[in-house]
């Protein structure tokens, strides 16, 4: 029927009355789709109704076809990102975070050992040979220099930011996208979502993700500053390519020039902390 990015992958497809949703990956992202299959059957099966993933229909991971493909249900709703921030919206997201952590899993080969978002993009070769300025340089020496307490290790999805879900008439109907996930701290979800909902709508609203993770965790969440600062190093040094996502997530609004004065003071106030 359609492409639903950028006109391309993922597929909507109509077979018979249904309609179905198919991503399509090179063969080099072979042990992206195996990930991303892996994550998904392991939180359709063990968080069965407390997290809404699409269902699963089936997958080819590039043996047969050359492709990575992905095959799912279609589930309403859109990614879209509100221009305001929604407090409810901001807290189911927290409480999101913290539904995927509570499943307890061991790492194997298609969901490593996970330590920060994005974990395939290498934001530390970025900040060598573009420059980075010097608070990105005090994150990096900060983030090195401590070694928090991770607990017990969960789920993780590796890339959790309101672009991968799906919202319809105020409910959160999916999380998608888990080809970044693994194993691994609560932080790294708890932290991406609360870097993305400062440079989306200021440093005010990550106080609400931390809300509604925490209300939903039932405990103090631990070492949110060292998480905060992983997260915001999990970015370009410049934001690179993160406002044209944003654009198309309906925020044009979220130019280049907006999101590094945000990211920045959400980086200082994690080094503050």
């Given amino acids: 029927m359609r492409g639903l990015r950028h006109g391309g992958s993922p597929w909507l497809l109509r077979a018979g009355d249904r309609e179905v949703v198919l991503r399509v990956a090179r063969a080099e ?15 359709a099966r063990v ?23 992905v095959l799912t ?10 221009p305001e921030p929604d407090p409810e919206r901001l807290r189911a997201l ?22 920060r978002p994005i974990e395939a993009e290498d934001f530390a070769a970025m900040r060598r040979e573009q420059g980075a ?3 990105l340089r005090a994150a990096e020496a900060a983030v090195a220099a401590t070694r928090p307490d991770d607990g017990r290790p969960g789920l993780v999805h590796g890339d959790l930011w309101h672009g991968n879900t799906l919202w319809d008439d105020g409910r959160l109907t999916a999380v998608l996208d888990w080809d970044c996930a693994g194993v691994g701290p609560a932080g790294i979800d708890l932290g991406s979502l609360r870097c993305e909902a400062a440079w ?6 990550a106080g609400q993700i931390l809300r509604g993770w925490e209300a939903e965790a039932g405990r103090p969440a631990t070492d949110v500053p060292y998480w905060d600062a992983v997260a915001a190093l999990a970015s370009p040094p410049d934001m690179g390519w993160f406002p044209i996502s944003m654009a198309l997530q309906g925020r044009p609004d979220l130019t280049r020039e907006v999101m590094l ?6 980086l200082d106030a994690a080094l503050r902390g």
Avoid: K, N, W
Wanted: proline share 8%; with cysteine.
């Fill in 200 to 205: 989306c709508h200021g440093i005010e609203a």
């Fill in 29 to 43: 992202q072979a042990a992206e789709t195996a990930t991303e299959v892996a994550a998904m059957t392991c939180a």
């Fill in 94 to 115: 927290g409480a999101a975070a913290a539904r995927i952590s509570s499943i307890e899993l061991t790492p194997a080969p298609a969901l490593p050992v996970r330590s």
């Fill in 133 to 135: 300025p010097d608070l």
């Fill in 73 to 82: 249900t279609r589930v309403p709703g859109t990614s879209v990102i509100p």
């Fill in 261 to 266: 004065e945000r990211r920045d003071a959400f």
């Fill in 47 to 69: 968080a069965g109704t407390i997290l809404p993933v699409a269902e699963l229909l089936g997958y080819d991971l590039a043996e047969r076809t050359g492709y990575g493909l």
